[in-house]
């Protein structure tokens, strides 16, 4: 079938094109206008028509959003389901999910946050989204095997093995590291962690978990990068930790999670307990201007009433305070 799109501003940034005009669709494939007649012709008067949107960072399912549905069950009632179907079209619900993604404009979502132990509820939630291509990251930063083997001093043939083996048990598009060691640092007593501070029990830092992470997803050859969710997130100075964990990769490939979180600077450098921040945005913009070997996602404030459950130990339990209702929960596995 041959389909024109017509009237619509047609945006891709890869051909420079930024305009009101046609676009010519045939099985499914975009193709050089046509003098033939179109089977369907699709009218995007008023619309933007683009490539459809691929969102790698995105909280769909999983532990964590089973969890969330938990806490604040009145968010997950729906009042317009069909009859015999209590929850189909619910907040939060995998027809929910798909359809206002479609409706959005996205073609893809990736779940970031999988611990191997989790895998199969995980992807059992992804099968049953409609509308997307989904898939998942496998959470590896504060795998206690990984930490034993870094502690031992296995090798990087260890590390490697260990690695490919949880990414393809749990199906993974890529492995996450979220504060690396910060979990087991808050077992022992931490309630902030930097780039080379002391793992206790373990005797590592997030900087040696994260680049035996590096080394391993570029020798197994994992399509996405290494995807980084720093220390000290959304405090004044995670500016500081976002360009030390930059320059940290030395040239290999990383993604940086959510990093508006990281846009936080401090007021005044020069006498950062002060208190208060900044926005550190521009120092971020040119920091991966320096570094092409890297790329990040932007993260979302939601404007409404939401939850956050991450596996952040460290960041969720300095922010349980700010919870309105008064419900957390700490996940440190």
């Known amino acids: 079938m041959l389909i024109r799109i017509t009237g619509g501003r047609v ?41 459809g949107g691929v969102e790698v960072h995105s909280h769909i399912a999983g532990g964590n959003v089973v969890l969330s549905r938990l806490l604040l069950p009145d968010l997950y009632v729906s009042e317009a389901a069909p009859e015999g179907h209590p929850f189909a079209h619910a907040g939060g619900s995998a027809a929910w999910i798909g359809a206002n993604y479609a409706r959005m404009g996205y073609t893809t979502a990736v779940e970031p946050a999988m611990p191997p132990v989790n895998a199969l509820a995980t992807q059992l939630e992804l099968a049953d989204i409609p509308l997307l291509d989904r898939g998942a990251l496998c959470v590896m930063g504060n795998d206690d095997h990984l930490l034993q ?16 083996l949880n990414t393809a048990t749990s199906r993974a ?28 029990t373990y005797g590592l830092s997030t900087r040696k978990i994260m680049s035996a992470l590096l080394d391993a997803v570029e020798e197994i050859g994992v399509p996405h990068p290494l995807h980084v969710h720093c220390n000290n997130l959304g405090l004044p100075g995670a500016d500081e930790s976002f360009v030390a964990t930059l320059e940290a990769a030395e040239g290999r490939r990383i993604h940086f999670a959510h990093a508006q979180f ?22 971020l913009t040119q920091a991966m201007e320096a570094h092409p070997n890297a790329t990040f996602d932007v993260g979302q404030v939601v404007f409404g009433q939401t939850v956050t459950i991450s596996l952040d130990i460290l960041r969720q339990f300095a922010g349980r305070k700010g919870a309105n209702p008064k419900k957390w929960i700490l996940n440190a596995g």
Request: aromatic share 4%; proline share 6%; charged share 30%.
């Open 11 to 51: 945006v891709d940034p890869t051909a420079g094109r930024d305009a009101v005009g046609d676009v010519w669709i045939e099985s499914g494939r975009v193709v050089a206008p046509s003098e033939r007649a179109p089977d369907r012709t699709v009218d995007a008067s008023g619309c933007v028509v683009m490539a």
């Open 149 to 164: 083997l870094l502690r031992d001093r296995e090798g990087k043939a260890a590390v490697r093995d260990l690695v490919a």
């Open 173 to 200: 598009l890529g492995v996450k590291c979220i504060n690396a060691g910060g979990a087991s640092a808050f077992k022992d007593g931490a309630l902030k962690l930097s780039l080379d501070d002391e793992i206790p």
């Open 262 to 283: 990281y846009a936080y600077g401090v007021v005044d450098p020069e006498n950062p307990m002060t208190g208060g921040f900044r926005s550190a945005a521009e120092r």
